[in-house]
């Protein structure tokens, strides 16, 4: 097994190295002059001259691929150069605000989607069936930003139960930050209060987000379950005398969700890309907000910065699914070697 | 070995009728299916593809799928009718050894954990007593590694391991009765001899009954005492393996044992094909296909009658047959 994840985490390198690239030339293809923004509207040729030449963009762009990947390798990524402070300082903050968002609607698209699923297939073309196919349906194609202003309406400003905007109200404050994740640290500063507002901002994001997942979720391990109920040792379990629940809750579904679990780990590229929209709206101070500044500011430092680090933690998120469909099917790690 | 038993047999089949709707109509899968196997005995239920021997497997072992029903009959366990009163604690009292064992058992569970799975609903002790009664079972099979396998994954055994496996497992709550659907049909040849020795062994020193379902008469006559011939589900005639073999009294017996005395059943030699089950012919469902039919073949079914020595047969004529 160790062998395994090892393997998993040698593979991931490759596929990083090629982002740090890849990236590097996207940022640097597209239009816009960083140095004519930086320099401002007013400025000199000769000042956004200056600028250029101090930040290394006046050298032919191979040079800078080379400068570039050999600071990421030194662990350095920079400073904005919008706002001069260096990067990583500045998505440190964000980072945590954009994962507990998405773990927590990963979490939902999970929980809900597999029974789901299982309950849809064991009542293959019944009514609770066709209800899971018309969320699976409508869970894809409803646009998020739509289904958030909608929620909003309702929730926050209809009925005033679940807030508008933002990740915690401001008399509140915030427990002191150890994880980033607040839901964590709020717990582990003992303040309940804390916990509960975290919470209840979550709620909305997180279910905007979580939708398309759960409707994919729902769908693969329905198809799953009915593949695997076709099965032979179904059968048997069923003449030997296995109880209904296990059979179908332990038995089938932990050979239905193998497909599920590949499923779960593509998902979450979609969430942290779907989760740009909705922080927007909902005025999420993460990532995807920082990103949809660094865009608009032409600042290219913080952009290869929020990539690589999506990039990582995307990477992260697939070899840990790897190791867990290798923990839920033997085969997998033994195949592999 | 006894031939026919002391006593009331473990399982009887009485009247037995299977109806499954399709979207071709009614299947009468199975119509008046009766025979029993005696205690400490073994019957084999013989016939083709499309006999309805599954049906029959899955509403012994209570696993009849959706859409059907049972218009009559009765199966009868230890004397309680298991279609109707099926107390949780005969799945136990009957074990089973599955047709196929490289499908049959979950892929991403451990062996053990799968087998104690059953015993931990239908047998009577702790985990501790049930795992050591399996590691007895699994020596008893002549598993490689006894204490090991528990601890494997299917995909860890080879075929034959598998089916010995499967073996310890339907014995492992204590049955009265083993129900074994084909199980070598799926090993090569020098296995399947091993393993209905095996099972033919472990059956008779623990005095258990044995149903045994298969398509081969060579298998049949190596494991069973008793054999029901299975004919577009009916039963067309039934008695002592050795007589019947050798002396077939049904029309379509006696014509199976001609193709292929020693060899699985093959219908190259007799004329016409096996009835769709939604389309079965009136009167006897062999009739079409009988070069000794009659007029009134095509009335009333015929009902098994009684012959010596324990044999019956499901045709008036089969005396008047044997001449043609």
């Known amino acids: 097994m160790a062998r395994y994840i090892l393997r998993r985490v040698l593979l991931a390198l490759p596929a990083l190295f090629g982002l740090v690239l890849l990236t590097f030339v996207l940022t640097r293809v597209i239009p816009g002059d960083p140095a004519a923004t930086l320099a401002g509207d007013s400025a000199t040729p000769a000042q956004i001259a200056d600028i250029r030449a101090r930040y290394g963009l006046d050298r032919p762009i191979w040079e800078q691929a080379l400068v570039h990947v050999k600071q990421v390798l030194t662990g350095d990524l920079g400073s904005s150069i919008f706002s001069g402070r260096p990067v990583i300082e500045e998505i440190g903050f964000r980072l945590p605000a954009t994962l507990e968002l998405t773990f927590f609607a990963l979490f939902l698209a999970t929980a809900i989607g597999i029974p789901l699923g299982v309950v849809a297939a064991l009542n293959h073309n019944g009514p609770v069936d066709q209800l899971v196919r018309l969320i699976s349906v409508g869970g894809l194609a409803i646009a998020s930003f739509w289904l958030a202003l909608m929620l909003q309406l309702v929730f926050a400003m209809e009925w005033d139960v679940l807030p508008l905007r933002g990740r915690v109200e401001v008399e509140l404050g915030t427990p002191p930050l150890r994880t980033g994740f607040l839901l964590i640290d709020s717990l582990l500063a003992g303040r309940l209060d804390q916990f509960r507002d975290a919470l209840w901002h979550l709620v909305l994001p997180a279910v905007t987000l979580c939708l398309p997942g759960l409707a994919s979720i729902a769908r693969f391990t329905r198809s799953g379950m009915l593949e695997m109920l076709q099965k032979d040792f179904v059968l048997y379990a069923r003449a030997a005398g296995y109880g209904r629940f296990r059979l179908y809750a332990i038995y089938v579904l932990r050979n239905a969700v193998t497909v599920t679990v590949t499923q779960i780990g593509l998902l979450f590229g979609a969430l942290i890309s779907g989760a740009v929209a909705v922080e927007a709206i909902y005025d999420w101070p993460g990532l995807g907000t920082y990103a949809v500044q660094a865009i608009l500011s032409a600042d290219y430092k913080a952009l290869l910065a929020v990539t690589l680090v999506v990039g990582v933690v995307y990477a992260a998120v697939n070899v840990l699914v790897d190791v867990v469909q290798a923990l839920v099917d033997p085969r997998v790690a033994e195949d592999i070697r | ?324």
């Open chain 2, 1 to 324: 070995m006894s031939i026919m038993g002391e006593g009331r047999p473990v399982l009887s089949v009485e009247n037995l009728a299977v109806h499954i709707r399709t979207d071709a109509g009614v299947a009468r899968i199975l119509d008046d299916v009766t025979f029993a196997v005696p205690r400490g005995g073994a019957l084999g239920v013989v016939g083709e593809s499309g006999c309805g021997k599954s049906t029959l497997l899955r509403a012994i072992l209570g696993i009849l799928p959706r859409g059907a029903t049972v218009p009559k009959g009765a199966v009868l366990f230890e004397d309680r009718d298991i279609l109707t009163d099926r107390a949780a604690s005969a799945r136990g009292r009957i074990g089973f050894i599955p047709q196929d064992p490289y499908l049959s058992l979950n892929p991403v569970f451990r062996a053990g954990d799968q087998f104690l799975e059953i015993m931990r609903r239908h047998a009577p002790g702790s985990r501790r007593d049930h795992r050591d009664t399996l590691v007895e079972l699994f020596r008893a099979v002549q598993l490689p590694d006894p204490g090991g396998a528990l601890a494997k994954y299917p995909h860890q055994f080879s075929g034959g391991q598998r089916q010995r496996l499967l073996i310890a497992a339907a014995l492992a709550c204590e049955p009265a009765l083993v129900v074994a659907d084909e199980p070598t049909t799926a090993l090569d040849v020098t296995t399947q001899r091993e393993i209905l020795g095996l099972l033919r062994q472990l059956t008779t020193e623990r005095g258990l009954s044995l149903l045994f379902v298969t398509h081969d008469f060579g298998v049949l006559a190596a494991v069973c005492d008793q054999v029901a011939v299975l004919y577009a589900g009916r039963v067309a005639e039934t008695g002592p393996t050795r007589a019947v073999l050798d002396d077939p009294q049904h029309p379509y017996a006696r014509m199976l044992l001609a193709c292929h005395p020693d060899r699985a059943v093959d219908l190259l030699g007799i004329p016409g094909t096996v009835p769709a089950a939604t389309a079965q012919p009136p009167g006897c469902r062999f009739h079409p296909r009988c070069p000794a039919s009659r007029a009134d073949c095509a009335g009333v079914p015929p009902p098994l009658l009684p012959l010596a020595a324990g044999r019956a047969v499901a045709c008036p004529y089969h005396a008047e047959a044997m001449l043609g």
